[in-house]
């Protein structure tokens, strides 16, 4: 069962999921700290560049199963043009302004 995302508890991440869905860049890009950082499976990478690859230039997109650590971790199907689908998790950290400053995924 997949959780609306308006429905997600995290402000920061429910923005997040958003503008991932609707291929915003601009909206994404602003969502995040400055010097915010992310890894995938575990090895960090560079940011804006796999945000291009793996999102916005392969119409990435995420529905979320569920959440935990107050809407700081979530579980999810992505799919984008060039993996398909998998099961995913993601976990944030949201500074005292709200903006994620790091994000990590990587499949469940």
């Known amino acids: 069962m997949t959780i609306q995302t308006a429905r997600l508890s995290d402000?920061?991440?429910r923005a997040f999921v958003s503008a991932v869905n609707a291929h915003d860049r601009d909206a994404f890009l602003a969502l995040l700290a400055p010097g915010a950082t992310?890894?995938?499976d575990g090895s960090d990478r560079?940011?804006?560049e796999w945000v291009d690859r793996e999102i916005f230039t392969s119409h990435g997109h995420l529905d979320v199963d569920n959440e935990s650590n107050g809407g700081r971790s979530l579980l999810a199907h992505y799919?984008?043009?060039a993996w398909g689908e998998m099961r995913t998790?993601?976990?944030f950290t949201v500074d005292a302004d709200?903006?994620?400053s790091?994000?990590?995924t990587g499949q469940a």
């Open 79 to 81: 799919r984008n043009d």
């Open 89 to 91: 998790r993601w976990d």
């Open 46 to 48: 560079d940011l804006e």
């Open 11 to 13: 402000p920061a991440v």
């Open 98 to 100: 709200g903006r994620i």
């Open 38 to 40: 992310m890894a995938d």
């Open 102 to 104: 790091r994000f990590e």
